[in-house]
């Protein structure tokens, strides 16, 4: 059984660990994703996932959510594992994930409503939260607009809007920010931290160091899909050293940009 | 870069797009069917051009070239319309992505009027052969002829970019697009209608003799035809030069206004909040109760706002009345009592579920593309899932019959309450064939498809036509059975038996195939996702 505070809507235990993964492992014909990548996120956390193209943070996020079955390793979201018990994690997570996966023919409210209908609230209440989220991601202009009418930023909007509208315990997040615009990433930031605040857990990855610098209190950089660091920001990012100059230097190799002479 | 390497260049990397896509899809047959298909194809139309080349030879060139301005009139005809038809089939580029890189429009333009060359081969083949023909036997000068037939292929290449990119633009508009279609399709039942009707005959009669007074030698089909032959004056020369001027001149601004118009993708602008075809949806699905409610609202709305979907919908109880209808005995003998005419509202609810197979059946997750991912994060199970699409397409197969009744009984050809209930009932029992072969189907073989183009073109077609034309009847075989036995004996009790042994068997199998369905999904599900994430390249309109 889940815990029932992460279905409910109430703060998790915060010495408990939201999610939980241990050697995993992915590899898609040649190319290994995930090489015994271990994590562990602790509830109520602001996470941060980071790590350079290919690192492995996609396949991390789509075996948290089930779409991927590791070759090797375990995962467990507040305590159960996936995919075994996967039905009963996917009631208590909101995704965004790093494509636009919304439904384009679909209407904005009609979208939202969907989703909160399948995770099982009652269609008048989906509705009436729908509209409320429409309106506070400022889509409610877009009521009439189908969904293949929406433009990037809005479509990220209305996905966080959608991973909301069940009022999730943990949230897994693949650059939700992409694309945005600035006022409209700082709306999503200032939700996000209300739900962190609420006692959620935010699992994020982004490439903009700045956000997570100012938003995550715990960080890990993975590459070549194994975790190379993991602590919290304050570990992390020194005087000496910010958050972005750490990642160049575990991920980047050192490696200097080649003088092109055409160039 | 001059613009010959930016043309070769925009050629290239379509050509490699398509290529990786069918090399590395399974779907479909890949590259084998769509080579297959293509060499039947235009082998056909090859095999004509052949018998052009030969005719002359045989039969002399005089009377070939007395029917020139007829054949020339017909290639035009055909030329025209054929990128109508097949505007958004296949691999056609789209300009307008290019608009991004230092490509002048008359390069694009130059590009464009290859394709309108391409999607006129048929009629290239053809015209080659008679050129051939012309050649071989001697009796034209070889330099009229050869420009007769260079003019005519320029007027009929710039004549058809600039109809394409006109018809394309007011594809854009909602719903346009689908009445187009259907009223060029139903066009083409004009033979048989003419068959059939002798009221349609006398029409006809009536254009043609109409048409007499038409002066053919204006037209730049019969203006060519007269190069052709070496009849064609200075004046009559300057006139087909200045109609192709016009034409490209036409050609140009219509490509022109294409390209710079970026058309938005296709949106409603109807109010969302509560109209009354929502409280209808919700009174439909009510029953079924959450998730599959909203999955099967969730559907019907996808499905209706979907021109690919539409298009066959229309197409079903219009086309599929007109083209089958006298087929079965109707426009000729109204009072028949072929026993095909008892059926008749049966059999067109079964062939408009063939029109509507590859969207409603085959490929059940193709309009949802990279979203389908989504599928398997939320808490329901993949049997309601598939459920709630066979549902939805209950609801709109179940609305297909009850308009080609309706429609069948306006043009008072048929229509009575018990032809309509046998239909209902029938299309029932076959729905749960179908729908057992779709699941199956659509999850393993799964193609992300554009739900704004009204063809079926893109990869994985090979493998799914054939799925259609040969799976669908086999499919049907049992409730086939039924309805011939059911003509064939006058024994009630022996056909209400056949009827209960075939919709058991149904439903047998249909619960059978839809959990093995929802299993194989769930165990296939990287290569599903990956599949449905997939589009045919950075120029292609898919």
């Known amino acids: ?263 | 870069m001059t613009s010959g390497h930016q043309i070769k260049a925009l050629v290239q990397v379509q050509l490699r797009s398509v290529w990786h896509l069918l090399r590395t899809s399974k779907a479909g047959g890949g590259v084998r069917v769509s080579v297959a298909l293509a060499l039947l194809w235009y082998g056909f139309w090859g095999a004509i051009g052949l018998l052009f080349a030969v005719i002359p030879n045989l039969i002399g060139s005089e009377d070939l070239e007395t029917a020139l301005p007829g054949m020339f009139l017909f290639i035009m005809g055909y030329w025209q319309l054929t990128p109508l038809l097949t505007l958004s089939l296949g691999v056609s580029l789209d300009m307008r992505r290019t608009r991004v890189y230092p490509v002048s429009t008359a390069t694009l333009f130059t590009v464009e009027c290859g394709l309108r060359l391409g999607t006129g081969a048929e009629m290239l083949l053809i015209l080659a052969g008679l050129w051939a023909g012309f050649a071989t036997a001697g009796s034209m000068s070889l330099s009229a002829l050869t420009a007769g037939f260079a003019l005519f292929i320029l007027f009929n290449m710039f004549i058809s970019a600039a109809i394409r990119n006109f018809v394309e633009r007011l594809f854009r508009q909602r719903h346009l697009r689908e009445v187009v279609v259907v009223v060029m399709v139903c066009f083409l039942l004009a033979p048989q209608a003419l068959i059939w009707s002798q009221t349609l005959r006398q029409i006809a009669r009536d254009v043609l003799l109409a048409s007499r007074d038409i002066p053919h030698r204006a037209l730049p089909s019969g203006l060519a035809a007269q190069v052709v032959v070496g009849e064609a004056g200075a004046q009559q020369m300057i006139a087909l030069v200045a109609m192709i001027g016009i034409a490209a001149l036409l050609a140009y601004w219509q490509f022109h206004s294409s390209i710079t118009r970026l058309g938005g993708p296709s949106a409603s602008r109807r109010s969302a909040a509560g109209t009354i075809g929502d409280k209808v949806l919700r009174a439909v699905t009510s029953w079924t109760g959450d998730p599959i409610a909203a999955l099967v609202e969730k559907e019907i709305r996808s499905l209706w706002r979907s021109p690919r979907f539409r298009l066959p919908f229309f197409m079903g109880f219009t086309f599929g009345v007109f083209a089958w209808l006298p087929i079965l005995g109707f426009l000729n003998e109204p009072e028949s009592a072929h026993w095909t005419a008892n059926h008749a509202i049966t059999f067109i609810s079964l062939y408009s579920f063939l029109l509507l197979g590859p969207v409603m059946f085959l490929n059940r997750f193709g309009f949802d593309r990279a979203a389908a991912q989504a599928y398997f994060w939320y808490p329901v199970s993949l049997e309601r899932l598939l459920l709630a699409k066979n549902l939805a397409a209950c609801f709109y197969a179940l609305l297909q019959v009850l308009f080609i009744g309706v429609i069948s009984g306006w043009f008072g050809m048929i229509g009575t309450s018990l032809a309509i209930g046998e239909a209902l009932i029938i299309a029932g029992i076959g729905m749960l064939y179908l729908l057992s072969v779709g699941n199956y189907i659509s999850v393993r073989f799964p193609i992300a498809s554009n739900p704004d183009r009204i063809s079926r073109g893109g990869t994985g077609h090979g493998i799914r036509s054939a799925a259609q034309f040969l799976l669908f009847p086999l499919a049907l075989s049992p409730v086939l059975a039924v309805v011939a036995a059911a003509e064939l004996s006058d024994n009630l009790a022996a056909t209400m038996g056949g009827v209960f042994v075939v919709t058991a068997g149904g439903i047998l199998l249909y619960i059978v195939t839809l959990t093995n369905a929802a299993r194989t999904m769930g165990r296939t599900r990287e290569h599903f996702v990956s599949q449905l994430v997939q589009s045919e390249g950075p120029l292609a309109t898919e």
């Open chain 1, 1 to 263: 059984m889940l815990p029932s505070s992460a279905t409910n809507g109430q703060p998790t235990d915060p010495s408990s660990e939201a999610i939980r993964i241990e050697s995993l492992s992915k590899r898609f014909g040649e190319t290994v994703a995930l090489d015994g990548l271990s994590l562990s996120v602790p509830s109520g956390s602001f996470f941060g996932f980071l790590g350079p193209n290919g690192a492995g943070k996609t396949t991390t996020i789509q075996n948290l959510t089930g779409l991927l079955e590791a070759d090797t390793g375990k995962v467990e979201v507040f305590g159960l594992p996936i995919p075994e018990q996967a039905h009963a994690v996917k009631q208590a997570i909101g995704v965004v994930p790093d494509e636009s996966v919304l439904f384009d023919r679909l209407r904005g409210l009609e979208f939202l409503e969907f989703v909160g209908r399948m995770y099982g609230l009652e269609g008048a209440m989906a509705l009436s939260r729908g509209r409320e989220l429409m309106e506070l991601f400022e889509l409610d202009t877009e009521t009439s607009t189908l969904i293949a009418g929406y433009s990037k930023g809005m479509r990220k909007r209305l996905a966080l809007a959608a991973a909301l509208i069940h009022r999730p315990q943990l949230f897994l997040l693949d650059e939700p920010f992409e694309g945005v615009d600035p006022v409209g990433a700082r709306l999503m930031k200032d939700i996000l931290v209300q739900q962190v605040e609420r006692g959620a857990t935010v699992f994020l990855t982004s490439h903009v160091l700045e956000v997570v610098e100012r938003l995550c209190d715990r960080v890990a950089i993975i590459d070549h899909g194994r975790v190379v660091v993991e602590g919290s920001i304050a570990e992390l990012s020194t005087v000496e050293e910010t958050l972005e100059d750490l990642f160049v230097r575990l991920v980047g190799g050192g490696r200097e940009a080649l003088q092109l002479d055409w160039l």
